[in-house]
Structure formats: C-alpha cells, structure tokens
C-alpha cells in the first residue's frame, strides 16, 4: 500500500486490489483497465497515459480514493483543488509503485517489467532534461531576444514617425 499527501496535508491510501481494480474500471466506465496496461485509452496505452496525462491521473486516483474520500467527507472537486503539482506528482509516482506491486503480487512479471521500464525510462528523461536545461544561459537568451525585438521594432517602425509628418504636410 502505497500513501501521499495532497496539499492541505491529508494522507491518501492507494492499495490495489482485485477489487480496487474492478471498481475503477467499473467507475471509469471501462475507460480505464488498470488489468490491461496496455489496453487503449484515447488512442493511446494505458500506461502511457498514466504517464503523460496528469488529468487522467487524478482521475484514477479519484476512483481509488474514493471510498476514502467519502468517508472524510470530501467531493471529488475538494479532492482536485488539493491535488497542487507536487502532490499529482508525488500520487503519480505512488500510482506507478503500487501497480508495479499488484503485477508483482498476481505473479505477472511480464507486466511488471514493463511498467518498471516505463517509470525508469521516465527518471531518466527527466534527469537528462534538467541537466540539459542546467546548461542553458537563461539570461543571456533572455537580453538576446530583447536586442532583437528591439532591432525588428526599430527597423519596422523607425521611420514612422516622419512618414506621418509626411502625410499630415500634404
């Protein structure tokens, strides 16, 4: 069982079961088969949306905390409003480990693997982003652009001024 927080502090639980699983896709309207990794969800893999799409993410956190959520007296739109970035985040990455384990429990290493390689894949980029981002000189790319604003400003509209003068001495 995995935990995050959302960010007025309450603890969620994520503890997928054969049933927690059935639900979501019951209450999901079969949109999402968290069974099937790979089944389709707009056009796209399951794993891969739940990946990408931090919407869809806290709707199948939603449908897993659900039962939770009503028992502390929170809607489904207090429950979105408390999920800030960090917290969808932290709760993505939760989602991911816990599923890894329920793949693991129902002796499916297959699937296992493949979401494992996903979520490594994932640190990587991440990790090779920011480093290549560490190399950019914001700053200097920043005055750069300014300069050349300025340079098409000044040549688009530098003469405008006596070419008015012009119009209005005829």
């Known amino acids: 069982m995995r935990?995050?927080?959302?960010?007025?502090?309450?603890?969620?639980?994520?503890?997928?079961t054969i049933g927690t699983v059935a639900r979501v896709r019951k209450e999901?309207?079969?949109?999402?088969?968290?069974?099937?990794?790979?089944?389709?969800?707009?056009?796209e893999k399951l794993s891969t949306v739940l990946d990408e799409d931090l919407a869809a993410v806290y709707e199948v956190l939603w449908h897993i905390v659900e039962p939770q959520a009503v028992a502390a007296g929170v809607t489904a739109e207090q429950f979105g409003e408390a999920m800030a970035a960090d917290c969808i985040i932290a709760a993505q990455a939760a989602l991911f480990a816990e599923w890894l384990d329920f793949f693991r429990a129902v002796q499916r290493p297959d699937l296992a693997t493949a979401l494992d390689m996903l979520v490594t894949a994932r640190m990587r980029l991440v990790k090779a982003?920011?480093?290549?981002?560490?190399?950019?000189?914001?700053?200097?790319?920043?005055?750069?652009m300014q300069a050349k604003i300025d340079r098409t400003v000044g040549q688009s509209f530098g003469g405008l001024q006596g070419r008015l003068d012009a119009i209005l001495a005829e």
């Open 3 to 16: 935990k995050f927080k959302d960010r007025n502090g309450r603890e969620w639980s994520i503890d997928l």
């Open 28 to 43: 999901s309207g079969k949109r999402f088969d968290l069974l099937d990794p790979s089944s389709v969800v707009d056009g």
């Open 129 to 144: 982003v920011a480093a290549k981002m560490a190399t950019i000189d914001v700053e200097a790319t920043k005055t750069a």
